[in-house]
């Protein structure tokens, strides 16, 4: 059996259709059909049935499905465990993490990585908590940086960064003079608010007293979007105080502290329990809480 046959397998399952999975893996029609045919060839049934233009798996390809996935993941954990085999970590590590988190987090953390291992190749998936969460738990991912807690019993977790949230405005806003602000003092003011995400529901919560006179004048899906528009005094926003720093030094705006709301955004690292991590991701795992033992040391003497 070709691996590349389950792979193409696996594809038609995900997309539903032989034209679709040909083109995201850059071949002919034949040729993923003749891949399909050996493989039923080789099973002795049929993986597909045909509905209309659409294709559905047979309750033979429902069976297979699980194995292909398991087996595609052995094959790249022993390529792997090979890579291992040199003293100093190779390959790839594969890491999931939230836009915020990549931008403004982690470069520091993965130039010094590349630095000490320059030949391994980093590939990121970059998506919100809970769907990297996901990708950690069913392996497609060696570790994850999420946003804290995290309650898998599965998952072993190392808190790594922690950040208080602050609010952000404009140099012009007449709060920008304040030492420090209320909620109800941030309530009279157009608010910028991320769409989702962990930092939207401790908004949601915070600010549910004041929710009749609340004006959220804009939803926007990146942390580098609702900057651009609260520099530009379109309203203002919460924010995690390492994510300002550029525009605040840039004189661009202001971070104020919240006098009646202490809200903190914790980052963990995660992975599976019961996996082996590539050296080139427990190194990673080593590096990350070694800078996070440090900086914790620096914000004691401040």
């Given at each position: 059996?070709?691996?590349?046959?389950?792979?193409?397998?696996?594809?038609?399952?995900?997309?539903?259709?032989?034209?679709?999975?040909?083109?995201?893996?850059?071949?002919?029609?034949?040729?993923?059909?003749?891949?399909?045919?050996?493989?039923?060839?080789?099973?002795?049934?049929?993986?597909?049935?045909?509905?209309?233009?659409?294709?559905r798996l047979t309750a033979a390809g429902e069976t297979l499905i699980e194995y292909a996935n398991r087996m595609l993941t052995l094959r790249n954990e022993s390529l792997r465990a090979v890579a291992d085999q040199s003293s100093t970590p190779q390959g790839t590590l594969s890491i999931g993490a939230n836009e915020a988190t990549c931008l403004y987090v982690l470069p520091d953390i993965f130039a010094e990585y590349s630095r000490r291992y320059p030949s391994v190749q980093i590939s990121i998936y970059r998506n919100f908590s809970h769907k990297v969460l996901d990708k950690v738990e069913d392996g497609a991912v060696d570790v994850g940086i999420v946003t804290l807690p995290v309650k898998?019993?599965?998952?072993?977790?190392?808190?790594?960064?922690?950040?208080?949230?602050?609010?952000?405005?404009?140099?012009?806003?007449?709060?920008?003079?304040?030492?420090?602000?209320?909620?109800?003092?941030?309530?009279?003011?157009?608010?910028?608010?991320?769409?989702?995400?962990?930092?939207?529901?401790?908004?949601?919560?915070?600010?549910?007293?004041?929710?009749?006179?609340?004006?959220?004048?804009?939803?926007?899906?990146?942390?580098?979007?609702?900057?651009?528009?609260?520099?530009?005094?379109?309203?203002?926003?919460?924010?995690?105080?390492?994510?300002?720093?550029?525009?605040?030094?840039?004189?661009?705006?202001?971070?104020?502290?919240?006098?009646?709301?202490e809200i903190w955004r914790e980052l963990g690292i995660v992975y599976r329990r019961d996996r082996t991590l590539p050296r080139a991701a427990s190194a990673f795992v080593a590096l990350a809480r070694t800078s996070a033992g440090a900086d914790a040391r620096t914000s004691h003497k401040h």
């Open positions: 059996m070709d691996f590349d046959h389950l792979i193409t397998f696996l594809e038609i399952a995900k997309q539903g259709s032989f034209s679709r999975a040909g083109q995201k893996l850059y071949r002919s029609q034949p040729a993923v059909s003749a891949q399909v045919r050996q493989l039923e060839q080789e099973y002795g049934h049929k993986l597909f049935d045909r509905v209309g233009k659409a294709v898998s019993p599965s998952l072993r977790v190392y808190p790594i960064f922690r950040d208080r949230l602050m609010l952000m405005v404009s140099p012009s806003n007449p709060l920008a003079s304040y030492k420090t602000v209320s909620a109800a003092d941030i309530a009279d003011q157009p608010l910028i608010f991320p769409k989702t995400g962990f930092t939207r529901q401790v908004l949601d919560k915070q600010f549910r007293p004041f929710r009749p006179r609340l004006r959220v004048v804009m939803e926007l899906a990146s942390v580098g979007m609702i900057k651009r528009f609260v520099a530009a005094g379109l309203g203002v926003s919460l924010l995690s105080e390492s994510f300002a720093q550029d525009e605040v030094k840039a004189g661009q705006a202001k971070l104020i502290p919240i006098s009646d709301m």
